[in-house]
């Protein structure tokens, strides 16, 4: 199995583009998540979604930030408009729900930039 | 509230000694899971391990270990005869009774192992 797979690796946008980041998660996981990482705040959960539906996206930032999941293979993260606080690593992991021993894999991140 | 606490935000080592990573967390929950990853320089989240509250055993993998104990809340982590490539982010993370993978991050450790 390829794992997580997030595109692209680096984004550097300026101040007030509109920014997607995609997210391909391993095949038959049920689970999909948004995780960011800062310095500041460290890894915190974004939203995330079961049988592709948004199951809590009380971490979700401002409204300029939106997730979909049109289907089971496939999500992305958006930032519209941009600004340089959303510089971050967004990490996209997936999961089956269920299983006993086995962690949750994550992408290798989207480094952001806003400038 | 869920809360996971690693107290230590740096540890300098000489290659060859051990270390142990301090893991402390909280959760109201009688069923949870523990977690441990890895950030190496290259910026990926590496999964180590996954313990639920109910095995209290202790786990060893090679030069790592981990020692669970419910009467502390602690979840340490121990290498042993740490190498260079030891180096990287550590972070403990905690999943509640759903078990569907949404991780309280403790805010890291980052280890540096020196030759």
């Known amino acids: 199995d390829a794992g997580v797979i997030q595109s692209p690796r680096h984004e550097v946008t300026e101040m007030g583009q509109e920014v997607t980041l995609r997210c391909k998660p391993i095949?038959?996981?049920?689970?999909l998540f948004w995780y960011r990482q800062t310095m500041m705040r460290g890894l915190e959960l974004l939203i995330y979604f079961n049988n592709n539906v948004p199951i809590d996206d009380s971490g979700m930032p401002e409204d300029r930030f939106s997730a979909k999941m049109p289907n089971a293979s496939f999500s992305t993260l958006k930032i519209q408009p941009s600004e340089p606080r959303d510089s971050a690593v967004y990490f996209c992991a997936s999961s089956l729900a269920g299983e006993a021993n086995y962690g949750y894999t994550f992408g290798s991140g989207t480094r952001l930039t806003v400038v | 509230a869920q809360k996971v606490t690693q107290a230590q935000t740096e540890i300098s080592v000489v290659e060859k000694e051990d270390v142990t990573l301090d893991c402390v967390y909280e959760?109201?929950?009688?069923?949870?899971?523990l977690f441990w990853y890895k950030q190496p320089p290259s910026g990926e989240l590496v999964f180590l391990i996954r313990?639920?509250?109910?095995?209290?055993q202790n786990e060893i993998s090679g030069r790592y270990s981990w020692n669970f104990q419910k009467s502390t809340s602690s979840f340490n982590f121990t290498i042993t005869a740490s190498q260079v490539v030891d180096s990287a982010v550590y972070f403990c993370a905690l999943s509640g009774s759903s078990n569907t993978g949404k991780l309280i991050f403790g805010q890291g450790t980052t280890l540096q192992v020196k030759p």
């Open positions: 095949s038959g996981h049920d689970y």
């Open positions: 313990r639920n509250s109910f095995d209290e």
């Open positions: 959760t109201r929950d009688t069923t949870y899971y």
